[in-house]
C-alpha cells in the first residue's frame, strides 16, 4: 500500500474498531437485527459509498487499490454492511443518465441498491414478472437493478417498496439474509436506465462486486489467522506452546503462503481497475479468494481445538462469515465460467490464458 | 500475466514470440527432459547471442536488466512455445552469487564465460548423509600452502556430468557439524582427481549423478569469502535459488502441458475440464502475482525474510497441482512412458508427471521450507513432531 489505500485502510480500522470491531457482528446477529443504520450512516460520512465515484459526481474519485484497502478493512473486522454491493451499483449509476439523485442518495446512505442479475425477469402486457436466485443482504436494499431480457430488454431500478415486490428472505449462519426477489407489478414502477452499452455496465458491476468480495475475504481470512497464531503461541499442552509442533508449524505456514499469495493477486487485479481486464480478473480474484478463505477459515478452527467449534470463540464466525460472502458472489462453477469467458473473449488476453 | 501491459511490453512480447517461432527448432519444443548437452547449450547460445540469456543480471553485468514484467513476459512465452531447460546453475546461482560475494577477478573471470555458456556449472552441496541437514557435509577441503586440497563425496549433482565447473562446500576439520566450519569453494570440472557417475532418475533421464573427489588441488583464489566462512555464502546462495524456482516459468509450463492433454484426449471443450482448466490458470496468475510483488519488495529494500521460502512453496505445489490434473486429463494413457506426437505437438503424459516429484524436494525440500516460514516469520518457535 502506498497512499489513499493505506489512508483508507487506517481510517477504516479505527472506525470499526471503535464502533464495535468482531462483538459487533455478534452483537447483530444475536439480536437478530440484521442492520446497523447508525453504523451505515457514519460509513457514508466518510464517503465510502462515493470511493470510485469520480470527483464531479460526488464521490471521492479513487480507484482499485482503495477498493481493495477499503473491503480488506471491512472483513478483518466481521462488518457485514452492503458495502461492496452499494460501490458496485455506484459504477453503473455513475455512468447512466437521469440518476444523479438515486446516484447522492447511494453515497450519502439513504439509498441502498442491490444489483439482482442472477435472474429472469420478464415483461410483458405492461407488467413485470419474475423471481431472482436469493441474494445476500438483499432485505437491506431500498432499491435493485434488475435486467429484463427478451423484448424490451434492459437494465431498470426497481424501488423494493413498491407494491407487487415480494422478498422471501432467509437467516444465514453468520446474522446476515438472503433473500429471493419475486416481482409482479406495473412497468410503470420502474425506472428505464439509459445508457450506453449497458450490459458492459452491469458485467462491471458484478466485476466490482467480485473483487470487492475477494479483498473482503482476504482481510478476513488474514484476521483469523491472526487469532490463531496468537492462540498457536500461547496455548500449551503436554507442557509446550501447540505452535512448537512440526505437525501444526507447517500447516500455519501453508497458510501463510495461501493468504499472502492471494492477497498478491487481488493486490494484481485492483491494477485492472477501469480496464476491460477487470473482468477476467475479477472473476479471477473471487475463485481465488473464495477457495482460500474456507481453507484458512476451517483450518483456524482445527488450530483451536474444541473451543473452535463453540460459538462463544470468535474463532467460528471467520468461517460463516466466509460462508455468506462467497454466497454473494456466487459459486466456484459460476465465477471459474465467468473467468474463462472474460479471459478468452476479451480484447485483451490475458497471456497465460493463451 | 493479469497487470496491464504497457504498450512497449506488447511490442516486446510479440518481439520475443516471433523471434521464438524463428529460431527454436521444432524439435526442441515442448520436451520435459533438458535436451542433450550439444543441443540445450545450442539453444543457450542462441539466446545469449540475442541478449536474452540472462534477463534478471543486471546490464552492468552483461545481464538484460529486464523489468519483472519483462521477465515474466519471457517465461509465458518461453510456455507457451514450449521452449526446452537450459543449465541454470551458473545463470541463476553462482551468478548472482559471485555478484554479490565473489571477488573482482571470480566476476571477471567466470559471468562472462556463464553467460556464453562456455561455463557450465554444478552445485556440490549434498552428500550422501547430508542432504536437509546441509550444515552437516563432511567433505574435506584441507588448505595446504596455496591450495585447498578435497577429498570425499557429493551426491545429486544436477548436470554433474556435463559441467565444467563446481561450487561445493567441503569443511577442514571431518567430523565437526558447525557451520562456520564450511568453505565455498569453487573448481574445475577437469581438475585431476574427480571421478563422476550419473544417476538416472525415476522420470528417466539422467539428469544428476555422483561425483568423487581424490585429492583434488584447487587454489585458494577460488574460494568464494572466507575459508571456513562459507556458510553464510551457501545459504545466500539458496535463496537466490529458491526466487528462480518460484518463478511462474514451472507452473506455465505445466499449464501448457495440461491444454496440450486436455486437447489431445478431446477434453477441451468439456465443461468440467474448462473450469479446473481455469482453476489452474488463477492458480498460475496467483504465482505471477506472488513473484511480482517479491521481486518489488527485494528492489525496495523491503522483503521478509522467508520470502524464497514462500515463493518456492507456491510455485512447486501449484505446478505439482497442475501436474496432478494432467495425469487425470490423461486417463488411460496417464502410465505411457513415451510421449506421443499428437496432431500439432508432442504431448507428454507421464514424463512431467515424474519430474515434478523432485519440485518439493531439491532446493531445500518444502518441509524445511515451511519449518523456515514458521520460525521466521511467523514466530513458532522449537520444532517438535
Ligand atoms: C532432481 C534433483 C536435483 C538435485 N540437484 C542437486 C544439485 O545439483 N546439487 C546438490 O547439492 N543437491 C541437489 N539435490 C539434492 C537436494 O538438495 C536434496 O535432495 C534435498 O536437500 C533433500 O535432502 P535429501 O534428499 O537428503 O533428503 P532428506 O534430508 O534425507 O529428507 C528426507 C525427507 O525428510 C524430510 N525432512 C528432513 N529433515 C526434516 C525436518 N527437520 N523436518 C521435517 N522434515 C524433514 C524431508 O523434507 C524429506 O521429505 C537434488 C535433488 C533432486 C531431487
Redesign the interface.
Known amino acids: 500500500m502506498s497512499g489513499d489505500d493505506s489512508m483508507i485502510a487506517d481510517s477504516a480500522r479505527i472506525f470499526l474498531s471503535r464502533i464495535g470491531g468482531v462483538a459487533r457482528a455478534r452483537k447483530l446477529r444475536d439480536s437478530g437485527m440484521a442492520f446497523d443504520a447508525g453504523a451505515w450512516n457514519e460509513m457514508a460520512k466518510l464517503g465510502w459509498f462515493g470511493l470510485v465515484v469520480p470527483e464531479e459526481a460526488g464521490g471521492l474519485g479513487l480507484g482499485g487499490h482503495e477498493l481493495v484497502a477499503l473491503m480488506e478493512a471491512l472483513g478483518a473486522q466481521l462488518a457485514g454492511e452492503p458495502v461492496g454491493e452499494s460501490i458496485a451499483a455506484s459504477v453503473l449509476l455513475s455512468r447512466a443518465e437521469g440518476l444523479s439523485s438515486l446516484l447522492e442518495e447511494v453515497i450519502a446512505g439513504s439509498a441502498i441498491v442491490a444489483s439482482v442479475l442472477d435472474a429472469s425477469f420478464k415483461l410483458a402486457g405492461g407488467r413485470v414478472r419474475g423471481a431472482s436466485r436469493p441474494v445476500v443482504n438483499l432485505a437491506q436494499a431500498t432499491h435493485a437493478l434488475i435486467e429484463i431480457t427478451g423484448e424490451n430488454g434492459a437494465v431498470y431500478v426497481v424501488p423494493l417498496k413498491s407494491a407487487g415486490v415480494e422478498l422471501r428472505t432467509q437467516a444465514t449462519v453468520d446474522g446476515r439474509t438472503v433473500s429471493e426477489l419475486h416481482l409482479d407489478l406495473s412497468s410503470e414502477v420502474l425506472s428505464r436506465i439509459e445508457m450506453q452499452n449497458v450490459s458492459l455496465a452491469l458485467g462491471n458491476v458484478q466485476a466490482v462486486a467480485r473483487l470487492a468480495a475477494a479483498a473482503y475475504l482476504v482481510g478476513l481470512a488474514d484476521a483469523a489467522f491472526a487469532i490463531a ?1 496468537e492462540y ?2 500461547t496455548r500449551k499442552q503436554f507442557g ?2 501447540i ?8 500447516r ?3 497458510v ?2 495461501r493468504i ?3 492477497r ?2 487481488i ?3 485492483a ?2 481497475f477501469g ?1 476491460e ?1 477487470l473482468d ?2 475479477s472473476a ?1 480474484a473471487a ?2 479468494a473464495s477457495a482460500m478463505a474456507l481453507q484458512v477459515t476451517k483450518e483456524c478452527i482445527q488450530f483451536h481445538g474444541a473451543i473452535g467449534f463453540a460459538d462463544e470463540h470468535d474463532i467460528g464466525l471467520y468461517l460463516r462469515r466466509a460462508m455468506s460472502t462467497i454466497a454473494s458472489i456466487g459459486d ?2 459460476s465465477c ?2 465467468a ?2 469467458k472474460a ?1 478468452s473473449v476479451g480484447t ?1 488476453k ?5 | ?4 501491459e504497457t504498450a512497449q511490453e506488447t511490442a516486446f ?1 510479440a518481439e520475443v514470440r516471433s523471434w521464438f517461432e524463428a529460431n527454436l527448432q521444432q524439435h526442441l519444443r515442448n520436451l520435459t527432459f533438458r535436451p542433450a548437452p550439444k543441443e540445450s547449450m545450442a539453444w543457450y547460445g542462441a539466446l545469449y547471442e540475442n541478449g536474452w540469456i540472462a534477463p534478471h543480471w543486471p546490464k552492468s553485468f552483461g545481464g538484460m536488466g529486464a523489468s519483472a514484467e519483462e521477465q515474466v ?1 519471457l517465461f ?1 512465452e518461453s510456455a ?1 512455445i514450449g521452449a526446452p531447460d537450459i543449465p541454470t546453475q551458473g545463470l541463476n546461482h553462482i551468478g548472482p552469487l559471485l555478484m554479490k560475494l565473489g571477488t573482482p577477478r571470480q566476476q571477471a573471470f567466470h559471468l562472462p564465460r556463464i553467460l556464453s555458456g562456455e561455463g557450465v556449472w554444478c552445485q556440490g552441496y549434498s552428500e550422501p548423509g547430508s542432504g536437509s541437514d546441509l550444515a552437516s557435509v563432511q567433505t574435506r577441503g584441507e588448505v595446504r600452502g596455496g591450495e585447498i586440497v578435497i577429498n570425499g563425496q557429493k551426491i545429486w549433482t544436477t548436470w554433474g556430468h556435463h559441467a565444467n565447473w563446481m561450487y561445493a562446500l567441503v569443511r577442514a576439520i571431518p567430523g565437526e557439524k558447525k557451520k562456520n566450519g564450511i568453505t565455498f569453494v569453487l573448481l574445475d570440472m577437469n581438475t585431476k582427481g574427480i571421478t563422476r557417475r550419473p544417476i538416472r532418475t525415476i522420470a528417466g533421464d539422467d539428469e544428476f549423478c555422483e561425483v568423487f573427489f581424490d585429492d583434488v588441488a584447487v587454489p585458494l583464489s577460488n574460494v568464494v569469502g572466507e575459508v571456513d566462512q562459507g556458510w553464510r555464502v551457501a545459504t545466500s546462495l539458496l535463496d537466490e535459488e529458491r526466487i528462480r524456482i518460484g518463478t ?1 516459468l514451472l507452473p ?1 509450463r505445466a ?1 501448457a502441458r495440461l491444454r496440450a492433454v486436455m486437447k489431445h484426449n478431446g477434453l477441451s471443450n468439456d ?1 468440467e475440464w ?2 479446473r ?3 489452474s ?10 513473484y ?2 517479491c521481486l518489488e519488495r527485494f528492489e525496495t529494500g523491503n522483503a521478509a525474510g522467508g520470502e524464497s521460502s ?1 515463493l518456492k ?2 510455485a512447486t505445489e501449484v505446478t505439482q497441482d497442475i501436474v496432478d490434473l494432467v495425469q487425470e486429463a490423461a486417463g488411460p494413457l496417464r502410465a505411457v512412458k513415451v510421449p506421443s506426437a499428437g496432431s500439432d505437438a508432442r504431448v507428454d503424459f507421464s514424463e512431467m508427471y515424474l519430474q515434478s516429484r523432485r519440485l518439493s524436494i531439491y532446493g531445500g525440500s518444502n ?1 524445511i ?3 523456515i ?3 521466521q ?9
Do not use: N, W
Request: hydrophobic residues 50%; aromatic residues 6%.
Open positions: 497464531l498457536l503461541k509446550v506452546a505452535g512448537s509442533f512440526q505437525a501444526l508449524q507447517h500455519a505456514a501453508t501463510f503462503v499472502a499469495s492471494v498478491a493477486l493486490s494484481e487485479c491494477r485492472t480496464t481486464r477476467a480478473a479471477a475463485c481465488a466456484a462453477g471459474l465460467d473467468f474463462s479471459a485483451e490475458i497471456s497465460s490464458t493463451a | 500475466m493479469i497487470r496491464p512480447r513476459i509465458e507457451r511462474p506455465l499449464l465443461r474448462q473450469r482448466l481455469a482453476r490458470e488463477i492458480a498460475v496468475e496467483t504465482v505471477t502475482a506472488a511480482f510483488q514462500y512453496i507456491l518441509e521450507q515451511r519449518s516460514l514458521a520460525a516469520v511467523l514466530g513458532l518457535q522449537g520444532a517438535r513432531r
